[in-house]
């Protein structure tokens, strides 16, 4: 039975006994590992259905087979072109070479299998794993909790120092819109993904359902995470609120742009974690809005009046961002 004739066999070192050397004139080239995807100088066509784990077997210069693994990758075959399988081996002059040639196989597979199986063991990246932060921080997350415990939620604001700005430059704006709403603010200067995380784990929402929650979240994360990772940590927030809070329906905000003109590097970051949480949107109680541009010009810069040190926003700021949320806002509280 000639090999050429579509015969493959799988990897298991002690099946290469059964290999002899075809008694045939031919001249081909030396026994080599190739993958299917990267062979250059044998026809792929006889690679047709080779899969992961299987082995073509070929022959070397002269009819010796010469172990030349040039190339090994997840799907390995070997270079075949004139062997029969038979059993018992009647020439045992190519045993060595081919068990040498497939016990290499073999250790390569495994330490690809060892090494793929690590990395699928990896520890979450911090984006997603939670954890608070010392001093201030933590008192005010008790303040927090301190109000939540007092009942009478209707609006939640969860966020980082943007947020918590509510009480700084927009305190007159948030008394305007949010005052008789029973709004609560869960803003932290400073807070990551993973921080806000922690809190919602530890009393910011202990027993309430308030109607509605607007998160903003994530621009901290830009200067140390990927795209992936930010909006990974978004959606925790928001897998959060919806099976601790239930019946609250979730207004979304793209990450607000930072920087001074679009070449921001920040900036590109929150743009592309924003293009994945928008998916969210699919969810139900979820709403997706971005704002982004309404704190822009019409090239993209941002003004020092709208965010002075290009980050935080000013009262102007504030007030574009209530004006700007108000609709949907309304409407998700029923109003």
């Known amino acids: 039975m000639n090999v050429n004739e579509n015969r493959q066999w799988k990897t298991p070192a002690d099946s290469l006994y059964g290999i002899r050397r075809f008694p045939s004139k031919r001249v081909v080239r030396s026994l080599s590992f190739v ?25 070397g210069d002269g009819g010796r087979a010469i172990p030349n693994p040039r190339r090994i990758c997840d799907d390995i075959a070997i270079d075949a072109d004139a062997f029969s399988l038979h059993s018992p081996l009647r020439e ?8 040498r040639s497939a016990s290499l196989c073999l250790t390569l597979l495994a330490v690809s299998s060892i090494s793929f199986a690590e990395d699928k063991k990896q520890p979450p990246h911090d984006a997603i794993k939670p954890v608070p932060r010392g001093g201030g921080w933590m008192n005010r997350h008790k303040s927090m909790n301190e109000r939540v415990a007092k009942g009478n939620v209707g609006l939640v604001f969860i966020g980082d120092s943007i947020t918590q700005g509510w009480e700084g430059r927009g305190k007159k704006v948030w ?5 008789k709403r029973n709004a609560v603010n869960l803003g932290i200067g400073g807070d990551r993904t993973q921080h806000v995380i922690w809190r919602l784990d530890n009393g910011n929402l202990k027993g309430i359902s308030p109607k509605a929650a607007v998160i903003m979240i994530g621009t901290n994360n830009s200067g140390g995470n990927s795209p992936e990772q930010i ?8 897998r959060q609120l919806q099976e601790k809070t239930p019946k609250t329906k979730i207004l979304l905000l793209a990450t607000f742009p930072r920087g001074a003109t679009p070449a921001d590097k920040r900036r590109q970051v929150n743009e592309k974690s924003n293009a994945i949480v928008a998916k969210l949107a699919k969810d139900d109680n979820v709403e997706y809005l971005d704002i982004g541009a309404k704190f822009l010009g019409d090239d993209g810069s941002l003004s020092r009046e ?9 009262e102007g700021g504030y007030t574009i ?14 109003e």
């Open 35 to 59: 993958c299917k995807k990267c062979v250059t100088d044998v026809d792929s066509r006889q690679f047709d259905g080779v899969a992961r784990g299987q082995i073509w077997v070929g022959v």
């Open 306 to 314: 709208i965010m002075p040190d290009l980050l935080h926003l000013s």
């Open 92 to 99: 045992p002059i190519m045993k060595s070479s081919l068990i």
């Open 175 to 179: 008394a305007k819109y949010y005052g």
């Open 321 to 334: 961002w209530a004006t700007s949320i108000e609709e949907k806002l309304a409407a998700l509280l029923g």
């Open 231 to 238: 909006a990974e940590g978004v959606t925790r927030i928001v």
